[in-house]
């Protein structure tokens, strides 16, 4: 079964102006210095497999600390200086009034081909304009000839419309598009995102849990944690999702007189538990992992990556990871030895300002891990 995207071009998105990758496989391990382009290539996923969700432009800044959501006041689409709220999503963080290219991400695959293109542009005001004396010169200036600024989004050709105002903020918010109002924050496809330091969003656990628990995807989570710890029997989340501390996950152990919480056996098991109930939910879509390696030990990440690739061929699942970690790296290419087919390896190098990226294979990654040839 080939994987959902086979072919990805991403062009002028942050610090990668433009980059190709073709031939990506069902599970794929992206590898490189510090800002080469790892993280990004998991963001233009996001926004490529969410349709550019408002929801996922919101995750993405926040987690990035490039915009903070306002408890008092309005957000100021434009700054005094021209500069705007998603500056930092193009690259070269431009001025809301330059010309600026268009942010693109295509994909192609078996059975996904997805296009989508992000620019700033001047919207007509079809509504009365709310808060004028929070936004700049500029943009008064615009309104009174009956401009506000927005974004236009592109999906395979078709163009939608979105105010930059303080509706960005609110999760139900619909793209204007040609063709009249629709709601676009539903994601075509399954597509999770695991940062370096794990879920911190409260419920989501909770949530991920319910959806396998009693079903035989719950038994595939209590394997993965006998990777850490084979004296585990049985998982739960306990307390109430309103609460001050919210739900928490307990486990069973043989030798335990009672269940303990699952934190009591560390970050790693905490991340591995993390990750892999992500993965079963992802079921038919992509699962995306920032820093594999975070929180395991180098001896049980060979079992977590062969767990990683019989859950993606099982429940058809494209998984793309980034790491630092020669020890991530070995193990990845050990799991892979078993599927040739399906692991795919992406070392991004920067040269100059532009972002280079060199794809190997399974015989390929086989070479650089006996020769240790250098790919971080």
């Keep these: 079964m080939k994987p959902k995207i086979e072919n990805l071009v991403i062009e002028n998105f942050r610090a990668i102006k433009k980059m190709e990758l073709n031939g990506l496989g069902r599970v794929n391990l992206i590898t490189g210095r510090n800002n080469s382009g790892k993280s990004t290539v998991l963001e233009a996923i996001r926004l490529l497999a969410s349709k550019a969700s408002l929801a996922v ?6 987690y990035r600390e490039e915009i903070i959501e306002p408890i008092f006041g309005n957000i100021k689409p434009i700054e005094a200086d021209g500069s705007f709220y998603l500056t930092s999503l193009f690259i070269g963080f431009p001025k809301f009034s330059e010309k600026l290219n268009s942010i693109v991400i295509d994909s192609s695959g078996i059975d996904y081909n997805m296009k989508i293109l992000i620019k700033p542009t001047w919207l007509p ?3 009365p304009q709310k808060n004028n004396d929070t936004i700049q010169d500029l943009v008064q200036l615009r309104v009174l000839i009956g401009k506000r600024p927005g974004l236009e989004i592109s999906i395979n050709d078709t163009p939608h419309m979105v105010p930059l105002t303080d509706s960005i903020w609110n999760s139900s918010f619909d793209y ?5 109002y629709e709601k676009l924050d539903e994601q075509p496809m399954p597509c999770l995102y695991l940062s370096p330091v794990g879920v911190d969003i409260p419920g989501i656990v909770g949530q991920l849990w319910d959806n396998v628990a009693l079903s035989e995807l719950e038994k595939d989570v209590i394997d993965a944690l006998k990777i850490i710890d ?3 029997s049985a998982i739960s989340m306990v307390g109430e999702e309103n609460s001050a501390i919210g739900r928490k996950a ?3 152990a043989e030798g335990m007189s009672r269940p303990v ?6 970050d790693g098991m905490n991340r591995l538990f993390q990750m892999i109930l992500m993965l079963v939910n992802a079921k038919g879509g992509i699962l995306l992992i920032d820093e594999f390696e975070n929180g395991l030990h180098y001896s049980v990440q060979p079992k977590a990556w062969k767990l990683v690739f019989e859950l993606a061929r099982r429940l058809d699942i494209q998984v793309f990871a980034t790491t630092h970690s020669w020890d ?7 799991a892979a030895a078993e599927d040739p087919e399906e692991g795919v390896l992406v070392r991004l190098y920067r040269k100059d300002d532009r972002i280079i990226p060199t794809l190997f294979r399974e015989d390929e990654l086989a070479v650089v891990t006996r020769e240790r040839i250098e790919v971080r």
């Design 261 to 266: 919480p699952l934190r009591s056996f560390g």
């Design 176 to 180: 204007w598009s040609s063709s009249g």
């Design 250 to 252: 307990i486990t069973r």
């Design 328 to 334: 991530a790296i070995e193990a990845f290419q050990e």
């Design 125 to 127: 005001v079809t509504e």
């Design 57 to 62: 432009i919101r995750s993405i800044l926040k």
């Design 230 to 232: 084979p004296k585990i």
